[in-house]
């Protein structure tokens, strides 16, 4: 028997890397935290009406790029300009492949002008270490890989975020050193219980708030006093559960299936990749089932991220995002699920067996990459993603990219729920049958507020 040791070998014992994909027995991607400290339901409310605590120490792969070439690597893999970034700058990272279609994104942090941090699932980082191995640039990388993967190792930095309209109240009350930098996605300084951290200054449901870190073996005294000056201003812990459902609020796709499966572009870096890593092992669900992995695979024009997208630097897939520029393009929205036909699928539940797809409450996503059929009169008109119920809306919802002249808010459309033939192979997923859900259309993020305050919080 062959040994299967990268990527490509994976794909190869698999026949397809849709089918592949599409059984794989992972499932929605884990936040090793507490499901919920008090319950979801509230816990999401309090990034809308009042302050909450998120630990994202976990979750995420860090990768820490150092050398004096970062920038110039930086330049190579990112869409985005990196004219002005260095220490205390930055940015979300989008990469795409050579023929411009999207494999993920990060944030990149500029610790110095010599060290730049990245953080996020595992895609970009790992297309981040691959171009810097191949590059020939004077750089160096350190992984620092998430507790999932990692159980036994503590991580390097604990990582916080505080939320809500009474967040910035709680951090001035905490903060022991100078004034906050709170200018949209600023980097800054605080000092809590005598622990100096670094911050980004970014907001969810419309208020400013602060994401914070520093060296793990202070973030237990860094959290006590934070909860203990937040129970004063009622702030709550996010467990799991609702910290699940941010990302659909705040308008943020967060994993396109990387475009990394296909073409002879990407053949040296799935030879690179491991089988057993994050790209060999995750899967994708949803009525959408191609058997072309590349037509899973997004622009950046599909996720809002043309905005970012400058054509002042030569980076990889520059010349194909100039050509597809000219478009036509799917445009990014928010669908609101029809409140009776949501109920269907629950009395569905109720029923006899096979029903419906179970929709786990507060998140309906069960793989990874969720990508759900939209029709308009039995016609795919687009993609749906991540259904999820938000606290605050009361009502389902997902973020969809949809043809451009069907994005006008309030176009009634709907959503293929469920996979064909009773479901795949995935050992998650139940037998049942699809069904179809009407849907609105919605700007994103659904939240006005958040809309129209997010980027402009000085």
Known sequence: MTATKTLSDRIKAHGTAARMLQNAASGAYQFPIPAAYTN????????????????????????YVRGPQVKALLERVG???????????AKQLVCCNPDGYVIGDVICFGLEDDEALLIGRPPVCN???????????????????????NPDKPRKLYRYEVQGPKALDILNAVNEGGPLTTKFFNMGEITIAGCKARTLSHGMGG??????????????????????????YGMLRAGAR?????????????????AIYSGEAMQAYRDWLPANGFEGTTSVGGSFEPEDVADYYLTPWDLDYQRVVKFDHDFIGRAALEKMAEGPHRVKVTLVWDKADVLRIFAGLMEDFPGPKLMEMPTGNYTAHPYDQVLLNGEMVGLSTYPTYSANERAWISLAMVRADLAEQGTKLSILWGEANGGSGKPHVEEHVQMEIGAEVHPWPIHEASRLSYRSQG
């Open 207 to 232: 208020a400013q708030g602060l994401e914070l870190w520093g060296p793990y073996e202070e973030g237990q005294k860094v959290y006590d006093r934070l909860m203990e000056v937040g129970a004063e």
């Open 79 to 89: 869409v985005n300009s990196f004219k002005t970034w260095g220490r205390d700058k």
């Open 127 to 149: 297309w981040v270490a691959y171009q810097a191995e191949i590059s020939g640039l004077d750089v160096t990388t350190e992984f620092d890989i998430r507790s999932l993967e």
């Open 40 to 63: 979801w339901v509230e816990e999401a409310r309090a990034w809308r009406n009042g302050a909450v605590l998120l630990n994202q120490s976990y979750h995420m792969t860090d990768l």
């Open 242 to 258: 609702a910290y699940a459902t941010a990302a659909m609020e705040s308008g943020w796709i967060p994993s396109p299936l990387p």
